[in-house]
Antibody, heavy 117, light 106 residues
Framework: QVQLVESGGGVVQPGTSLRLSCAAS????????IHWVRQAPGKGPEWVAV????????NYADTVKGRTTISRDNSKNTLFLQLNSLRAEDTAVYYC??????????WGQGTLVTVSS | DIQMTQSPSSVSASVGDRVTITCRAN??????LAWYQQSPGKAPKLLIY???NLQSGVPSRFSGSGSGTDFSLTITSLQPEDFATYFC?????????FGGGTKVEI
């Protein structure tokens, strides 16, 4: 079965950086696009970024564009999200999600990022 | 960006009830719409994609309809595990956007 396990979250100060990872198993990782979706406490989900199966296409939400890089290592079935210049409004649970076209088919359990001084 | 508006924001219902949630896009999105269910403390779960296609493993009491700008999710014969929050999401173009959510509560 599809399994996505995020890690790397934590409490960080504004202006700092964080790298999230997502370990995938149970499917042909290198054949699927993968998204990052975040959800602030008490709010709805917000799409953050997507990367194509081979990593050649990337797209970002305006709220993170220029501060964030999505990448993947297909040899290790792992997805990454580098978050820089973190702000309080980046506080959220970050999910990696296996894509089905432009829909979010399979979700990880999420990793919490808290940006606070 | 495509804005998605859900109504109602919450609905009170009982086990066995039929519940309908609506979602409206501020521009036409054909049938590029999905519905998700989220229980407290859990990740969202895909229920319906392409407006009316039931995701594998999802009970048949869930159904979706609509095209263009107006969509609906119907749950027939509400079960205890269906009390949750439901979100719509447009898959027409980036940035992919969600509705504000509808909480189905007792």
């Amino acid at each position: 079965q599809v399994q996505l396990v995020e890690s790397g979250g934590g409490v960080v100060q504004p202006g700092t950086s964080l790298r999230l990872s997502c370990a995938a198993s149970g499917f042909a990782f290198s054949s699927y696009g993968i998204h990052w979706v975040r959800q602030a406490p008490g709010k709805g989900p917000e799409w953050v970024a997507v990367i194509s199966d081979d990593g050649s296409y990337k797209n970002y939400a305006d709220t993170v564009k220029g501060r964030t890089t999505i990448s993947r290592d297909n040899s290790k079935n792992t997805l990454f999200l580098q978050l820089n210049s973190l702000r309080a409004e980046d506080t959220a649970v970050y999910y990696c999600v296996k894509a089905r076209e432009k829909y979010f088919e399979s979700w990880g359990q999420g990793t919490l990022v808290t940006v606070s001084s | 960006d495509i804005q998605m508006t859900q109504s109602p924001s919450s609905v009170s219902a009982s086990v066995g009830d039929r519940v309908t949630i609506t979602c409206r896009a501020n521009q036409g999105i054909s049938t590029s719409l999905a519905w998700y269910q989220q229980s407290p403390g859990k990740a969202p779960k895909l229920l319906i994609y392409a407006a009316s296609n039931l995701q594998s493993g999802v009970p048949s009491r869930f159904s979706g309809s609509g095209s263009g700008t107006d969509f609906s999710l119907t749950i027939t014969s509400l079960q205890p595990e269906d009390f949750a929050t439901y979100f719509c999401q447009q898959g027409k173009s980036f940035p992919l956007t969600f509705g504000g959510g509808t909480k189905v509560e007792i």
